[in-house]
């Protein structure tokens, strides 16, 4: 009878740590995604922990596929150090340099669409007053009719039997 073997050598757990720092690198442009919506757009504080959450939880479906696939499905410490070691070292070396290229980006699109933007916002105020107005007409209008029911015995609402149940 052959037993599996049962653990690693010091090359395979070698060869998993830089896997797993490799992996971290993904994780940190998985991050950039996120980033990069926070900067397109503005996100109050829920959003953002809520953002920060979902992150997490698939963070937790890479690393337990990544211990399975990779690792015969054991979960080892040096995995969480590779990707932490690998998220930091991309986070501080091309991750700020992608989310700096965004920010310039963005800006720049900002300010090309800065005066359309503008005329949007004077078309709206003044289409807001007449609006208004119109509508303050319209209320008075309303108000001016009187919808009458007609008077008839076999409708509900005349019929005084059923007024006297109710009762």
């Known amino acids: 009878m052959r037993v599996p073997e049962t653990f690693f050598s010091i090359q395979e757990e070698v ?22 919506l926070r900067l397109m757009i503005k996100h109050n504080f829920f959003f953002v922990i809520a953002e920060d959450v979902f992150f997490l939880a698939c963070y937790a479906v890479f690393l337990s596929a990544f211990a399975s696939v990779q690792a015969r499905g054991e979960l080892r410490f040096y995995f969480v150090i590779g990707n932490a070691l690998g998220f930091t070292l991309y ?8 989310i700096r290229t ?3 980006f963005f800006g720049l699109i900002s300010r090309i669409f800065a ?33 009458l029911l007609p008077n008839d015995k076999h409708l509900l609402y005349n019929n005084n039997e059923s007024k006297k149940e109710r009762t």
């Open 15 to 36: 060869t998993l740590f830089l896997l797993s720092c490799v992996a971290g690198a993904f994780i940190g442009i998985f991050y950039d995604i996120f980033r990069t």
């Open 91 to 98: 986070f501080f070396t091309l991750g700020t340099f992608v």
């Open 102 to 104: 965004f920010r310039k």
């Open 115 to 147: 005066p359309v933007k503008n005329l949007y916002s004077i078309l709206c105020r003044k289409v807001r007053g007449k609006f208004v107005e119109i509508s303050e007409n319209n209320v008075k209008f309303i108000k001016k009719l009187k919808f």
